[in-house]
């Protein structure tokens, strides 16, 4: 008769407990969103049973060593992050959380269960004792090569935070930022091909680094533009777009609002040639109008500025949003009143950028 099968089991923060896995139910991060290495076929993952040699490392425990070892140590390491190098390490494998859970918060030298959801939003410092940890676990295989595996492989869990919209996971993606970070230096330390690296990762990076202002940003966000820069000469126009406004959006944070001004005028060259969506059904024309503006502001151009934004809150694209209310993007039509109100107020219509500013709370609550 056949060996029965170790059913896998992994913590459902949805649930609120252990369940045994399947593709569906993984629900790490309580949302949709899975993390599973695609690292070879069933047959050539490693196997490991639950009931392992006493003291022996369990795989699970060393995988997620070996891709913490890549994080900073200046830095907390959110549970979250955890959870989900944990879930990376369980795709590969057939085992159950009790096999390995009490290795992992010894490892890390932890005072509390962080599979408990109770403990999922809070953060811990790498502990001295993990350095040698880190030593046995990068040389339990040829280092080279697992050090490039596992860098991409902590690649693709941050690319399930950072590529996302309208700041769904905005407080952790600032959290991982010392993290995201030392990532690239590796990246490039270790000359990971720029192909690896897929183009919307890369720039929802760039927009995360101008956004929360990462301790020596300015530098991480010229390398990502040259980046950017790079993979637009491929890159599909939608894609190409994004980047353009986001390059120009750097440079503008950069205080070069000439530079600015020129991607800017590229991101609408695309959209002058595209001929659906019209520019007034089109979300990402409205924001390109929005982001305009703000350089405009900067320039001191105020009436250009307004000119951008009125067109863009009359538009379809904008009417369509606010009837779904809730559902229409709330946080976008925030920003899209608070630059029509700086608009305003440096015109002097002070009256109508109260409105707006008001508008803009009413959107953020």
């Not at 913590?11 to 399947?22: L, R």
């Not at 140590?73 to 992050?81: G, M, N």
């Not at 918060?105 to 502990?127: E, G, T, W």
């Not at 000359?191 to 020596?216: M, N, P, V, Y």
Request: hydrophobic share 30%; aromatic share 10%.
């Amino acid at each position: 008769m056949a060996e029965a099968t170790v059913p896998k089991q992994v913590f459902n923060s949805d649930t609120k407990q252990v369940q045994n896995y399947s593709p569906q139910n993984v629900l790490v991060l309580g949302s949709s969103s899975q993390v599973t290495s695609d690292s070879g076929s069933d047959s050539s993952r490693p196997t490991t049973s639950d009931d392992q040699r006493q003291g022996e490392r369990h795989y699970v425990t060393s995988k997620t060593l070996a891709l913490v070892n890549f994080c900073s140590t200046k830095a907390a390491i959110p549970v979250r992050l955890l959870l989900m190098i944990v879930e990376f390490a369980c795709s590969e494998v057939q085992c159950s959380l009790d096999s390995y859970r009490a290795q992992v918060i010894d490892s890390f030298a932890l005072k509390f269960d962080p599979f408990d959801y109770r403990h999922v939003n809070k953060s811990f410092q790498i502990p001295k004792k993990c350095n040698k940890l880190f030593r046995q676990v990068s040389g339990r295989v040829d280092e080279s090569h697992v050090k490039v595996d596992d860098i991409l492989s902590l690649g693709k869990i941050y690319k399930k935070v950072f590529c996302v919209e309208d700041g769904e996971e905005w407080h952790l993606q600032q959290q991982l930022l010392p993290h995201l970070d030392k990532w690239f230096s590796l990246v490039e330390e270790n000359q990971i091909l720029e192909s690896s690296l897929k183009a919307d990762f890369i720039t929802l990076c760039l927009h995360a680094f101008g956004k929360f202002r990462w301790t020596g940003w300015e530098d991480r966000l010229r390398n990502l533009c040259k980046k950017c820069l790079e993979h637009c000469k491929s890159a599909p126009d939608g894609i190409k777009e994004r980047m353009f406004r986001e390059i120009g959006e750097t440079y503008r944070k950069l205080g070069n609002h000439t530079e600015a001004e020129k991607f800017f005028g590229k991101a609408r060259d695309i959209h002058d040639n595209c001929k659906s969506p019209s520019k007034d059904d089109s979300h990402t024309y409205q924001i390109w109008r929005m982001e305009s503006a703000r350089c405009k502001i900067d320039m001191g151009e105020y009436q250009s500025a307004h000119e951008l934004m009125k067109e863009c809150l009359q538009s379809k694209a904008v009417k369509n949003l606010e009837e779904k209310g809730e559902l229409g993007r709330p946080y976008l039509r925030c920003r899209m009143y608070f630059e029509m109100a700086r608009s305003c107020e440096k015109l002097g219509e002070f009256r109508d950028a109260k409105q707006y500013c008001n508008r803009a709370l009413e959107d953020d609550n």
